[in-house]
């Protein structure tokens, strides 16, 4: 089994239809669009494909995996079948079918992240049906991330599950033992985990550790006054190991998280912006990931056996609106996966897929 699973979060809601989010917009209901922002930031305009589809996807496999990514947390967002929470939400889960109809889908193993925030809350039981409707022919692809020879699978906020169930803990664990039964009904066990923030300790009370199985976080950073230039990128390293020594005494597993940037100028977004790293910065925290997973206790996700399997995921490969990228883009190109690679890249080895994960 490798040592440490590097993996990536994956956000598609690059569309090619108006309105969409290469341009500024007032909000994310906004109908009216302004100006294309690509010109003005074309350090985050990606070199495979500037908008989700097959022949983007298809190329993307092919570049993570030879970089050494192991897996993608995929963003799923739920919407009546009638209706759209956002114009163009619909499109959001179209990845999932390029997915499983790409012919480089082995390259890179992947799992669903319910993306549940609003306005994609799910609160009545027939919209969780139509969500467990829709995720079972997703689980069945053989590149579905299985860890210790389960599956894994995320539901983005703890917090928000367990307010959109009323605060009932049975409620919860009823919705979760459902994904289970969902699972098992396909041969397979899983891991269930939730996000939750840098400085959340999960202590054994806590609610969040008698729901799930595991936590992690998607991103966050330091909450400090919005200016006009950028806070330095340290800043938002020494967030996320502060992540890493506090979750490290939690009561369950933590996957913790790597934050390639936050930025989000190009948006209506008016916290605090911060830096890209350097080539130099960004591997001193890749190396500081590294040495944490190896040392302290509790850091990525549980086996079986009581162990913990080393694992972390990083913010983001196309987050660029609000400025998480990996994927190579204009100017930076492929910095950030030659780090990665130097660093976390598994040994070539034959059916390397199978080894590592089942």
Request: glycine residues 4%; hydrophobic residues 40%; proline residues 8%.
């Given at each position: ?25 007032a909000d994310s209901f906004a109908i009216e669009q302004g100006e294309d922002w690509r010109p003005e930031f074309p350090e985050r305009v990606p070199l495979l494909g500037e908008f ?107 917090d928000y599950f367990i307010q959109q169930n009323n605060n009932d803990i049975a409620r919860c664990k009823k919705q979760l033992d459902s994904i289970r039964e969902l699972f098992r ?120 056996d009581g162990s913990i399997q080393a694992a972390f995921n990083s913010y983001a490969w196309n987050e660029f609106g609000e400025g998480g990228i990996i994927a190579p883009t204009h ?28």
């Open positions: 089994m490798k040592t440490i699973l590097a993996g990536v979060n994956y956000f598609a809601g690059w569309w090619e239809p108006l309105p969409n989010k290469w341009h500024r917009h989700n589809n097959q022949e983007t996807l298809n190329k993307e496999l092919v570049v993570a995996g030879d970089y050494g990514v192991d897996f993608f947390p995929i963003l799923w967002y739920y919407n009546e079948k009638d209706a759209e929470r956002e114009p163009h939400s619909s499109l959001l889960n179209n990845i999932f079918d390029d997915y499983l109809n790409s012919p480089n889908a082995d390259r890179v193993n992947f799992f669903i992240e319910f993306c549940n925030h609003p306005p994609f809350d799910v609160t009545e039981d027939w919209q969780w049906q139509e969500c467990l409707d829709a995720w079972e022919k997703i689980i069945t692809h053989p590149s579905y991330l299985k860890v210790g020879g389960k599956a894994l699978f995320k539901v983005h906020g703890a009904s396909k041969g397979m066990e899983v891991i269930i985990g939730a996000g939750v923030m840098t400085e959340q300790h999960i202590d054994a009370d806590n609610p969040i550790a008698h729901v799930f199985d595991f936590t992690c976080t998607y991103m966050d950073f330091p909450n400090l006054e919005p200016k006009d230039t950028d806070y330095p990128y340290d800043l938002l390293g020494e967030h996320c190991r502060l992540a890493r020594q506090i979750h490290s005494k939690d009561a369950i597993p933590y996957m913790p998280y790597m934050p390639a940037g936050w930025s989000p100028r190009p948006w209506p977004d008016t916290r605090a912006c911060f830096d890209f790293p350097t080539r130099e910065e960004w591997r001193k925290e890749l190396e500081l990931m590294r040495n944490d997973l190896l040392t302290l206790p509790n850091l990525g996700l549980p086996l079986a100017i930076t190109e492929y910095m950030k996966l030659e780090e990665w690679s130097a660093i976390f890249k598994a040994e070539q080895v034959h059916n390397e897929h199978d080894l590592i994960f089942n």
